[in-house]
T-cell receptor, first 115, second 111 residues
């Protein structure tokens, strides 16, 4: 059973701080990794994706991937109250396997940014 | 406008009824997916389809059925065999193996 685990949360940070969200995965063959943001009662919205080891930055968001440690993280700089949401980590199946194209989701981390 | 539409937004089912949730996309994506989300939980895959006229079971397919007769459409039927169907149902589409985009969801409640 392929698993994706996220830090349990909830995570509360003050406005302007850096929020750090973490995710580990069990399938060593996974090739692509995604972060979705989900506001209460809404559907998930893709905010970051990363395929290669290292960092990928997009505005206030940075995704970090370490395939050797099977670890992916999302950093949100200058956190705003509007960033308060549930963040879902998702991992794609092994490109050489039958599960390619299937995403496995973590249970989500609730982030609250307080003024 | 390109995107994914789901209907209805809210659906109420009586015991023993089958209900069908609609999902349509005009993104020209080959792959489509159905997920279920329970309160405070992540998403669990019900069924997925990588190509027209073909689909595979996900992790929780029991009590559900799908069809994929057109590239744009991937309806999900929740049958009476699904004993606990109250949940938020999400449809997604993608180019195979790439980023998945979600529709707005259907919230199903059993009366």
């Amino acid at each position: 059973q392929k698993e994706v685990e996220q830090n349990s949360g909830p995570l509360s940070v003050p406005e302007g701080a850096i929020a750090s969200l973490n995710c580990t995965y069990s399938d060593r063959g996974s090739q692509s990794f995604f972060w979705y943001r989900q506001y209460s009662g809404k559907s998930p919205e893709l905010i970051m994706f990363i395929y290669s080891n290292g960092d990928k930055e997009d505005g206030r968001f940075t995704a970090q991937l370490n395939k050797a440690s099977q670890y992916v993280s999302l950093l949100i700089r200058d956190s705003q109250p509007s960033d308060s949401a549930t963040y879902l980590c998702a991992v794609n199946g092994d490109a050489g396997g039958t599960s390619y194209g299937k995403l496995t989701f973590g249970q989500g981390t609730i982030l609250t940014v307080h003024p | 406008d390109g995107g994914i539409t789901q209907s209805p937004k809210y659906l109420f089912r009586k015991e023993g009824q089958n209900v069908t949730l609609s999902c349509e996309q005009n993104l020209n994506h080959d792959a489509m997916y159905w997920y279920r989300q329970d309160p405070g939980q992540g998403l669990r895959l019900i069924y997925y389809s990588q190509i027209v006229n073909d689909f595979q079971k996900g992790d929780i397919a029991e009590g559900y059925s799908v069809s994929r007769e057109k590239k744009e459409s991937f309806p999900l039927t929740v049958t009476s065999a699904q004993k606990n169907p109250t949940a938020f149902y999400l449809c997604a589409s993608s180019i195979r193996g790439r980023k998945q985009f979600f529709g707005p969801g259907t919230r199903l409640t059993v009366l």
